[in-house]
Nanobody, 118 residues
Framework: QVQLVESGGGLVQAGESLRLSCAAS????????MGWYRQAPGKQRELVAA???????NYADSVKGRFTISRDNAKNTVFLQMNNLKPEDTAVYYC????????????WGQGTQVTVSS
């Protein structure tokens, strides 16, 4: 079992920045993929950014150049730095961990609200 606890959400104005944190209860070296997803009201949950244990990253087109995902392996924490926020970034942001064993272990945090006002 891996427990994920997000923090760092809040209310900001367009153009401002936020940094989300996701603290994992397991050594994130053992986790193949760590990612951030978001879900806006009435919309499906979507991938925002992901980071593999091998160091590769990928981003949704809508956040490329504005958001950066990073890992602090010593603290078992993943961050999402969000710059130049836009009202359309408003959503609940969820941390996700995927560990590939015999099955795919899929873990989610409780979510943190990000609201961007215009």
């Amino acid at each position: 079992q891996v427990q994920l606890v997000e923090s760092g959400g809040g209310l900001v104005q367009a153009g401002e920045s936020l940094r989300l944190s996701c603290a994992a209860s397991a050594n994130i070296f053992t986790i193949n993929n760590m990612g951030w997803y978001r879900q806006a009201p009435g919309k499906q949950r979507e991938l925002v950014a992901a980071s593999t244990s091998g160091g590769s990253t990928n981003y949704a087109d809508s956040v490329k150049g504005r958001f950066t995902i990073s890992r602090d392996n010593a603290k078992n924490t993943v961050f999402l730095q969000m710059n130049n926020l836009k009202p359309e970034d408003t959503a609940v942001y969820y941390c996700n961990a995927k560990r590939y064993t015999i099955v795919v272990e899929d873990y989610w945090g409780q979510g943190t609200q990000v609201t961007v006002s215009s």
